[in-house]
C-alpha cells in the first residue's frame, strides 16, 4: 500500500527525494521516491555514507518535493577544469 501511494505522489510530482550535491566528483543524486519527508531524513545517513566512502567531497544534503528527469546528473566538463585549476595550483607550491 506504501508503495502504491508512493508512485502516486511520484507521479504527480509530490513525492519527496534526497538530493545529494557533491563538489568532487561535480554530481547531484537523487534518492527516492519517499511518500513523506521523515521518511527522506531517516534514508539520507546511508546515502552519505556511502559517498564519503567513495571519497566524495563537500557534501550537501537536501530533502525537498521534487520529479527528477535524472538520478544521477555529472558535470563532467566542471570537475575537469577543477581537476586541471587544482593540478596548476598544486604544481605552483
Known amino acids: ?3 502504491l501511494l508512493t508512485s502516486f505522489l511520484d507521479s504527480l510530482g509530490l513525492a519527496w527525494w534526497v538530493e545529494v550535491t557533491t563538489d568532487s566528483p561535480r554530481c547531484v543524486y537523487y534518492f527516492g521516491p519517499f511518500p513523506n519527508s521523515k521518511a527522506a531524513k531517516e534514508s539520507q545517513a546511508g546515502y552519505v555514507e556511502d559517498l564519503e566512502q567513495e571519497s ?3 557534501i550537501v544534503v537536501k530533502v525537498k ?3 527528477p528527469k535524472n538520478l ?3 558535470d563532467d566538463v566542471a570537475d575537469q577544469s577543477s581537476r586541471k585549476l587544482s593540478g596548476i595550483l598544486s604544481s605552483q607550491f
Open 65 to 67: 518535493r521534487c520529479k
Open 72 to 74: 544521477t546528473i555529472y
Open 1 to 3: 500500500m506504501n508503495e
Open 56 to 58: 566524495a567531497q563537500n
